[in-house]
């Protein structure tokens, strides 16, 4: 749009409305977006705090993947009896489906 100019066509006005529209939805949407996020920090606390905070409590909190590799690595080892491996493998099948 050309805003050195006296007046303006009606075209010109349209598109610079629609632009303006535009800029506002782009702009209300990443406020949306922004307040959300900030609305689920406050509801939920980071894993590594989760962590920390249960490290002091002497437990140890462990994620899916740790537990399935942990899951594996019992499975395939040959120490393991044939209970513990099936055991092992009944675990893994529940985590495993999970995902």
């Known amino acids: 749009v050309d805003v050195d100019a006296n007046s303006f066509t009606s075209k010109?006005?349209?598109q610079a409305l629609a632009k303006m529209k535009e800029i506002e939805k782009a702009e209300r949407k990443v406020s949306f977006l922004f307040l959300k996020q900030c609305t689920v920090r406050k509801k939920f606390r980071p894993i590594e705090q989760l962590?920390?905070?249960?490290?002091?409590?002497?437990?140890?909190?462990?994620?899916?993947?740790?537990?399935?590799?942990?899951?594996?690595?019992k499975f395939n080892t040959s120490a393991s009896t044939l209970d513990e491996k099936v055991a092992a493998l009944y675990d893994l099948e529940y985590y495993v489906h999970q995902v």
């Open 51 to 73: 962590k920390e905070e249960f490290e002091k409590l002497n437990m140890k909190i462990e994620t899916d993947y740790e537990i399935m590799v942990k899951l594996i690595s």
């Open 12 to 14: 010109e006005l349209q």
